[in-house]
């Protein structure tokens, strides 16, 4: 199963580097999504971390070719990513499609800028819940939020939790039905 793994400079490195690990171990194959074509540079928080290849840009990324998305966090990883009219729509085409979806801490920015929220249980890094719930989410302080299709969580005290959900939740697809009812291509 293919996963895509959106994100681009600012993104948060243990927000990245275990959701990552965790759908390898569970026998998927993660792609890194991004803005450009080459490198990003992860953060750990405000301090530069490593730098990750890019497997495709969103502009040339075809949301049919995967199964599900992860959407990882950092301030500048999000605010970069929802301002991208590329990476909104590929967000938006696997709400569309009935996809899983995860995100985490800052990177619900993105589903906001998406409309995919309105109507949703959810969670984030606190200062976002005000947009969330602007957007229509309601917002909720746990560790872990599984609403239908879509998993989100806080922060990286939440990752081992938020990676056991991921895998739980994405491994529906494999089965060949989404979690909301829609057929998802098993073989992606």
């Not at 690990?21 to 999504?33: D, I, S, Y």
């Not at 490593?50 to 966090?73: I, N, R």
């Amino acid at each position: 199963m293919k996963v895509a793994v959106l994100a681009t400079d600012g993104v948060e490195q243990v927000e990245l580097d275990r959701p990552w690990q965790a759908l390898e171990e569970a026998g998927a194959e993660p792609e890194l999504v991004s803005l450009e074509s080459g490198t990003i540079t992860a953060y750990q928080h405000i301090d530069k971390g490593d730098t990750k290849k890019v497997d495709t840009t969103v502009a040339d990324a075809d949301p049919d070719v995967y199964a599900a998305l992860v959407l990882p966090g950092g301030v500048i990883n999000g605010d970069f990513v929802r301002a991208d009219a590329d990476a909104v729509a590929f967000v938006k085409a696997f709400f569309e499609a009935g996809k899983p979806v995860a995100a985490i801490c800052h990177a619900p920015w993105v589903l906001a800028e998406a409309d995919v929220v309105r109507g949703r249980r959810m969670t984030s890094w606190p200062s976002l819940q005000t947009d969330l719930r602007n957007a229509g989410a309601t917002w909720v302080d746990e560790e872990v939020v599984v609403d239908g299709n879509l998993v989100t969580s806080r922060n990286p005290d939440d990752l081992d939790a938020f990676g056991a959900a991921i895998v739980e939740e994405f491994a529906t697809v494999r089965g060949g039905e989404a979690r909301d009812g829609a057929t998802a291509d098993a073989s992606a």
